[in-house]
């Protein structure tokens, strides 16, 4: 009855899908798993097909002044949305901490900011599901993005020395089969940090390369996350190198069927 109970209050509030720029180009099976994983929890899900880039590339290269009609496009885009939800930690960070300081006439709550989560984000805190019609058979390893760690809580940071916990790990245990391994270190950054991987590229490409052995070393299938610019980043060292391992965004293992 509880369930039932709130698969018609998710059903009452609207969620407006967003789909990052890069996952829409490059990886749309992760928006298309987002919207399935939504629906599958009984949310009332919507995705405008206009929406674009929500600016954080331009903001994080110093031309926040360019970000600035992205950010108004999109705020007017998704203002009729209970929920904005989006699976990449990094853009959605960037709309809570950037959009306050880009928007005209700027109102507390009224603003995107406000309600916009990252998808595991709001599947742990508001959806809770008790459990998840999935089955994903696999060793994966667990990586966990800075924005993710540090901006967003999906786990504990290391530098704090608190108990360890891990949003996502909670939701991986919903998933039948999965083996859920951790790296050591298993917090540090591995490497992209978007534009910083083309400007201190050798940099990157070192901490990138340094980062996928450790997910390696764990005996994984898989690396999977909740941002798929940091997957991305791993994929093209291990596709370079040629390396016993590959990357999944964690909404398809989520959403793997049965």
């Given at each position: 009855?509880?369930?039932?109970?709130?698969?018609?209050?998710?059903?009452?509030?609207?969620?407006?899908?967003?789909?990052?720029?890069?996952?829409?180009?490059?990886?749309?099976?992760?928006?298309?798993?987002?919207?399935?994983?939504?629906?599958?929890?009984?949310?009332?899900?919507?995705?405008?097909?206009?929406?674009?880039?929500?600016?954080?590339?331009?903001?994080?290269?110093?031309?926040?002044?360019?970000?600035?009609?992205?950010?108004?496009?999109?705020?007017?885009?998704?203002?009729?949305?209970?929920?904005?939800?989006?699976?990449?930690?990094?853009?959605?960070?960037?709309?809570?901490?950037?959009?306050?300081?880009?928007?005209?006439?700027?109102?507390?709550?009224?603003?995107?900011?406000?309600?916009?989560?990252?998808?595991?984000?709001?599947?742990?805190?508001?959806?809770?599901?008790?459990?998840?019609?999935?089955?994903?058979?696999?060793?994966?390893?667990?990586?966990?993005?800075?924005?993710?760690?540090?901006?967003?809580?999906l786990s504990s940071p290391s530098e704090m020395n608190v108990p360890y916990r891990s949003k996502l790990r909670d939701l991986l245990s919903l998933v039948e089969g999965v083996e859920v391994m951790e790296p050591e270190r298993r917090d540090e950054c591995c490497g992209f940090g978007g534009m910083f991987s083309v400007e201190e590229n050798a940099v990157s490409v070192a901490m990138g390369r340094a980062k996928v052995r450790r997910h390696i070393d764990t005996g994984a299938e898989y690396i999977t996350g909740a941002d798929s610019s940091c997957l991305m980043h791993m994929q093209g060292i291990i596709d370079r190198e040629q390396l016993p391992v590959k990357t999944l965004h964690i909404v398809e293992i989520l959403n793997s069927k049965l």
């Open positions: 009855m509880v369930w039932f109970s709130l698969v018609l209050k998710l059903k009452q509030m609207k969620v407006g899908l967003f789909i990052p720029c890069y996952i829409n180009a490059v990886y749309p099976e992760v928006g298309r798993a987002s919207y399935e994983l939504l629906r599958k929890v009984g949310c009332e899900v919507d995705y405008p097909l206009d929406q674009t880039c929500c600016g954080q590339p331009m903001a994080n290269a110093g031309f926040e002044k360019d970000a600035k009609a992205l950010a108004e496009r999109m705020n007017a885009l998704f203002e009729t949305y209970d929920y904005v939800v989006g699976p990449s930690a990094s853009c959605v960070v960037f709309v809570r901490e950037g959009y306050p300081r880009l928007l005209d006439n700027y109102r507390e709550h009224a603003c995107v900011d406000a309600r916009i989560w990252e998808i595991c984000e709001f599947l742990h805190d508001v959806v809770k599901p008790a459990r998840l019609d999935a089955r994903f058979p696999h060793k994966v390893s667990l990586h966990n993005s800075c924005h993710g760690v540090r901006k967003m809580g």
